[in-house]
């Protein structure tokens, strides 16, 4: 592995010099950041927007066919009781009125049928929140506070859950391990790119064949590999570094839960199988990738390979419920142990905690085994495909290479 | 075929060298030795063989069948000799400064930072291009990718420089001082193979050469020799009543 130490910094240096490479690395918690502003905004915006209208009087017509309307609720908002549902809806089309009403009969068979003046796309949904509030208020006489309760769908519940005779905390327990599984969905969905066109890169500038005769494809991979890795590293410093200062400076202006860190329980064997199938599938995509980058004459050409790659490792996401309540069917046993569908849910069911130890140390010597095979691949497709300029590598060359 | 049995030190020696790819036959059975210090001369027509010989010379194809040496064994990346490519196929890391590519590929062939860094500044001084430092080299013209790439190869003083169409694209001032550069690393004990369709440079460089045809050696020696097999003619009238015929082939066809 001589000269590998030169590759990694050259491939280190010259990535984390790149304006995209930041940008990228920026872009994500800022993206999170617009999001949680938003919600912060929006949800100032809808407050602020309730307070108004509930200090406004609007012109409304009531029809009531359900009976339930009580006049003096109705009258409270400004509504008047009108028999002629047709007059009242010519009315609010001639803008005499702001809105009218119609509760018909059998309510849970018909809908509630709401007619108002047109206040733009963000305002107009204040005549049908003056609409469930009359009709919830004059309810509420009729039925006891439970029904009402049930009705308005505000009942808050408590779950204590147990296992193996201890009070178990399923959501608390998933943080720790969880991470891993976020951390890999980020840094391949971020990294897979440049994974892919780290070796195209020398086979489109046609700089391979003076970089072999100076060193081992073996130490240029491995080389790259590591820089990819560590680059990772320090992208993954970027986005949780203003996300955790953010936290720490905002916590109280946006609202957030105060996570107290050292509640969150960690288990160390959950959390060591979690680092070990990370560690594992990381290293298998990676391979994957820069096997795809070595056959493909361009990167163009390597992005539709990609894709049916990340379909592999993605796809399972579809199933995720499966991997939560039924761990032991064939379909999610398949996932668990295939080497291009393993990641994920090897990932999910030990952050859920169905993940039984003897699974977890099949799925992690597939996928040792796997990230071996792929890495040796990668480097005998790269040793071989690199000359092919203009054309794919063809099986029967690369078999016919292998023989000697 | 081989003519030349002189007893010298071979740099280079092939034996029996055999090309397939596939069903194609690309070098059927070729045999030749390179001198220490010697310019030998690499020639063919396009697609005669020159460029897969090379290719398995330095590890990068297996050879169907034969050997082929450098200092009497395979080249491997970790035998230490001290080599300079130019491969016929021009490029480097566009994207990158011309500084930054120079010292490493300098540091990838053993050199120190410092030391790499100081023999770049000196090649670019040398061709004119020290403005062009810090530049990106896509930035640069194709001729001047060319000299830095040329740079590139010489920078670690090899014993054995192999240059595969290296006047390619240039115009005659840059040829020129290529060729100065190519004498320079002669006299300091080099040992040049030079692949090249420009004969006057053979004439001008080369003690020997060698003349590929059909995937075997067609012509081999001095190149006084080669010209007396061909009645004194000059090496260009030899190309062309050697490959004349080929091409004339291919338009026929």
Redesign the interface.
């Known amino acids: 592995m001589?000269?590998l130490g030169?590759?990694f910094s050259?491939e280190f240096i010259?990535t984390i010099k790149k304006k995209s490479f930041w940008i990228m690395s920026i872009l994500f918690p800022v993206i999170i950041g617009v999001v949680f502003a938003i919600e912060y905004f929006s949800n100032q915006t809808t407050m602020q927007a309730t307070e108004d209208t509930a200090g406004q009087v609007f012109s409304i017509e009531i029809t009531d066919q359900s009976g339930l309307i009580n006049n003096d609720i109705a009258s409270a908002f400004g509504a008047k009781i009108s028999a002629d549902k047709q007059a009242s809806i010519n009315k609010v089309a001639n803008g005499q009125l702001d809105a009218c009403f119609f509760y018909p009969d059998n309510l849970d068979k018909n809908t509630v049928e709401v007619y108002a003046k047109d206040v733009g796309i963000f305002n107009n949904s204040r005549y049908q929140s003056v609409a469930t509030t009359i009709l919830q208020q004059s309810i509420a006489p009729i039925v006891d506070a439970e029904t009402t309760a049930i009705l308005k769908n505000s009942v808050v519940y408590n779950s204590t859950t147990y296992r193996n005779g201890k009070q178990s905390n399923s959501i608390k327990e998933l943080i720790a391990p969880g991470i891993f599984l976020v951390l890999f969905y980020i840094l391949i969905v971020m990294f897979g790119n440049q994974m892919l066109t780290s070796t195209t890169?020398e086979k489109e500038?046609?700089?391979?064949?003076?970089?072999?005769?100076?060193?081992?494809a073996k130490t240029l991979i491995v080389g790259k590999i590591l820089s990819l890795i560590a680059l990772a590293f320090v992208q993954v410093l970027a986005i949780l570094i203003p996300i955790i200062l953010a936290y720490i400076l905002f916590r109280n202006q946006l609202a957030l839960p105060n996570f107290d860190l050292s509640n969150i329980p960690i288990d160390p064997i959950r959390v060591s199988i979690a680092a070990a199938i990370f560690a594992f599938s990381f290293l298998l995509f990676t391979g994957l990738l820069v096997a795809i980058g070595a056959i493909a004459p361009t990167a163009k050409e390597a992005g539709s390979f990609f894709g049916i790659i990340m379909i592999f490792l993605f796809g399972p996401l579809y199933a995720v419920t499966l991997f939560v309540s039924m761990p032991d069917s064939p379909i999610v046993r398949f996932l668990s142990f295939f080497p291009l569908t393993a990641p994920i849910p090897l990932m999910l069911r030990n952050a859920v905690g169905n993940l039984a130890i003897s699974d977890a140390i099949i799925g992690i010597v597939i996928l040792m085994i796997s990230s071996v095979v792929a890495l040796s691949i990668a480097v005998r497709l790269f040793r071989y495909g690199v000359?092919q300029?203009s054309s794919r590598l063809s099986l029967?060359?690369l078999l016919?290479?292998s023989k000697? | 075929m081989k003519v030349n049995s002189q007893k010298r030190d071979a740099v280079v020696s092939i034996k029996h060298f055999r090309m397939d790819f596939g069903k194609k036959t690309v070098v059927k059975d070729l045999s030749f030795d390179v001198y220490k210090g010697e310019v030998f001369g690499f020639l063919g027509s396009n697609g005669s063989g020159k460029t897969t010989t090379i290719r398995a010379l330095l590890g990068l194809y297996q050879p169907t069948d034969g050997k082929l040496l450098i200092n009497n064994e395979p080249f491997s990346v970790s035998s230490k000799i001290k080599l300079g490519y130019l491969p016929e196929e021009r490029g480097l890391y566009k994207k990158e400064s011309v500084i930054d590519t120079m010292v490493y590929f300098g540091r990838l062939k053993g050199l120190s930072k410092t030391d790499a860094k100081k023999r770049a500044e000196n090649f670019l001084e040398r061709v004119n291009l020290t403005d062009k430092t810090n530049l990106r080299l896509d930035k640069l013209s194709g001729g001047e990718q060319q000299k830095i790439q040329l740079g590139i190869t010489v920078m670690n003083n090899p014993d054995i420089l192999i240059l595969d169409e290296p006047t390619k694209g240039f115009d005659p001032v840059n040829r020129r001082l290529l060729m100065n550069i190519i004498e320079e690393h002669q006299k300091a004990g080099a040992t040049v193979i030079f692949v090249t369709h420009q004969m006057e440079e053979v004439e001008r460089l080369c003690d020997r050469a060698i003349l590929l045809k059909n995937g075997t050696a067609y012509a081999y020696g001095t190149i006084t020799e080669i010209k007396e097999k061909f009645g004194g003619a000059s090496l260009d009238d030899i190309f062309i009543k050697v490959y004349g015929d080929e091409n004339n082939a291919e338009e026929n066809q």
């Open positions: 001589y000269n030169t590759v050259f010259r890169e500038n046609r700089v391979t064949e003076m970089i072999l005769t100076t060193i081992d000359l300029y029967s060359v016919s290479k000697k």
